[in-house]
């Protein structure tokens, strides 16, 4: 079955303004996370969804393609639902979905996610182990994953609760991909909101509580921070940087 890789980008961020476009290690952000997609060779064609402009003059100068969609859509999904819904993809039944703000990401967690889907879960994720002392960080969202491999809940709280401070709680770090099949994702923008995702201010939960399996593939290893703040960016910058150097001549 075809993939879809679509990566949406919003321009107006609260927390970093302009993120797509903020430059990272001499490059604008959001090609990086696009680079990064198309190497992994786990989609058969790439498109960044944006609401800006900007965003796809950046892109298509750099030989990428992206979909300029209106402001209404709230969230990611929604945006790639807006992409989708267009006749040009009619031929894609997969959609992956890869957070723009996500440079770091590994292909084990793309392939993790679309497994999930190959193995019939309609929406897949991946997580990472995450280090107990960060668990407080919201934002790192943390996802308790069910014993067939489900996730349970997402919460920017630490969850699950280590009520007896033993430290033996292991905890998941939810990585921002989803795999959708097509009917799953326009189901899952079609349903009402529910009050969870504005509190936590997460998407997934909305397919979540309504009853949408979502299936989860646990990750060997800590996931690679996303970009959602200042100290992220200053961070992943660093590891692209020394990256560069160890491939340069």
């Given at each position: 079955m075809p993939v879809l890789g679509v990566i949406p980008a919003r321009l107006g961020s609260s927390r970093l303004p302009r993120k797509p476009l903020l430059p990272l290690a001499g490059e604008p952000l959001i090609l990086w996370?696009?680079?990064?997609?198309?190497?992994?060779?786990?989609?058969?064609?790439?498109?960044?969804?944006?609401?800006?402009?900007?965003?796809?003059?950046?892109?298509?100068?750099?030989?990428f393609e992206a979909v300029l969609t209106s402001q209404a859509p709230r969230s990611g999904t929604e945006r790639v639902a807006e992409v989708i819904a267009n006749k040009e993809f009619n031929a894609y039944d997969l959609i992956l979905n890869v957070q723009g703000d996500e440079p770091l990401v590994t292909t084990d967690a793309l392939k993790g996610a679309l497994g999930c889907v190959s193995d019939g879960d309609p929406i897949g994720t991946a997580a990472g182990t995450l280090d107990a002392r960060l668990a407080a960080d919201p934002h790192r969202v943390k996802v308790v994953v069910s014993p067939t491999g489900r996730a349970v809940y997402f919460s920017r709280a630490p969850i699950p609760f280590d009520r007896d401070g033993r430290d033996e709680v292991t905890y998941y770090q939810h990585v921002g991909v989803y795999a959708y099949t097509r009917a799953a994702l326009e189901r899952?923008?079609?349903?009402?909101?529910?009050?969870?995702?504005?509190?936590?201010?997460?998407?997934?939960?909305?397919?979540?509580?309504?009853?949408?399996?979502?299936?989860?593939?646990?990750?060997?290893?800590?996931?690679?921070?996303?970009?959602?703040?200042?100290?992220?960016?200053?961070?992943?910058?660093?590891?692209?940087?020394?990256?560069?150097?160890?491939?340069?001549?």
């Open positions: 996370v696009v680079r990064r997609v198309v190497e992994s060779r786990t989609c058969d064609r790439v498109v960044v969804a944006t609401d800006a402009a900007e965003v796809v003059t950046t892109v298509e100068r750099a030989g899952w923008v079609a349903l009402p909101p529910v009050p969870e995702e504005r509190w936590e201010q997460l998407e997934q939960l909305r397919p979540l509580l309504h009853g949408l399996q979502i299936g989860v593939a646990r990750l060997g290893s800590p996931p690679a921070p996303g970009v959602d703040t200042p100290d992220d960016l200053r961070f992943v910058e660093a590891v692209l940087t020394r990256k560069l150097k160890e491939v340069s001549p």
